[in-house]
T-cell receptor, first 112, second 109 residues
Framework: EAQVTQNPRYLITVTGKKLTVTCSQN?????MSWYRQDPGLGLRQIYY???????DKGDVPEGYKVSRKEKRNFPLILESPSPNQTSLYFC???????????FGPGTRLLVL | GQSLEQPSEVTAVEGAIVQINCTYQ??????LSWYQQHDGGAPTFLSY????GLEETGRFSSFLSRSDSYGYLLLQELQMKDSASYFC??????????FGKGTRLHILP
């Protein structure tokens, strides 16, 4: 089944404790993105990747890192999480930038 | 700056037709997409317009006017399951994807 998976789905952590949210897709897509969704603000792009080893900042990259060592994986790293990073995070992938984006199920993060 | 404007909420009656508008301002424009998101779920793709005009997919249609930087999503024969949030999105010339803040569609029986 074609899909985007994210793990974990739910995470409670404390300020400053490094964490990684994994994202994997099995559709051989080149374009991958991370978004955060906050009430009233819609989806905001954090980082995106056009292909392996190519990543770029989206609209809200501060406090986040990503890597794209393999085509299928695009992990999101929070080196030192803060409470303002409490949010719902979605990973998405597509064949290209003008193609349909397929979203993962989301990761709900609470930073205390 | 870059922005997409869409109404925050729309209410309609089951069986009726509703239109959700989206105006955009971006650096470069390739096309307008629409996504649906049910509560607790992930966004799912509905439609994409790269050229002016109307695209129809079943009960849903989407329209684009590039000269007006405007598009809309039209939902016909509304069903209760259409109660969801709807987002418009554009890709700019930097390959970033910008989403609107979403329109919450309430459907009354």
């Amino acid at each position: 089944e074609a899909q985007v998976t994210q793990n974990p789905r739910y995470l409670i952590t404390v300020t400053g404790k490094k964490l990684t949210v994994t994202c994997s897709q099995n559709m051989n897509h080149e374009y991958m993105s991370w978004y955060r969704q906050d009430p009233g603000l819609g989806l905001r792009q954090i980082y995106y990747s056009m292909n392996v080893e190519v990543t770029d900042k989206g609209d809200v990259p501060e406090g986040y890192k990503v890597s794209r060592k393999e085509k299928r994986n695009f992990p999101l790293i929070l080196e030192s999480p803060s409470p303002n990073q409490t949010s719902l995070y979605f990973c998405a992938s597509s064949l290209g930038t003008q193609e349909t984006q397929y979203f993962g199920p989301g990761t709900r993060l609470l930073v205390l | 700056g870059q922005s997409l404007e869409q109404p925050s909420e729309v209410t309609a009656v089951e069986g009726a037709i509703v239109q959700i508008n989206c105006t955009y301002q971006t650096s470069g424009f390739y096309g307008l997409s629409w996504y649906q998101q049910h509560d607790g779920g992930a966004p799912t793709f509905l439609s994409y317009n790269a050229l002016d005009g109307l695209e129809e997919t079943g009960r849903f249609s989407s329209f684009l006017s590039r000269s007006d930087s405007y598009g809309y999503l039209l939902l016909q024969e509304l069903q209760m399951k259409d109660s969801a949030s709807y987002f418009c999105a554009v890709e700019n010339r930097d390959d970033k994807i910008i989403f609107g803040k979403g329109t919450r569609l309430h459907i009354l029986p």
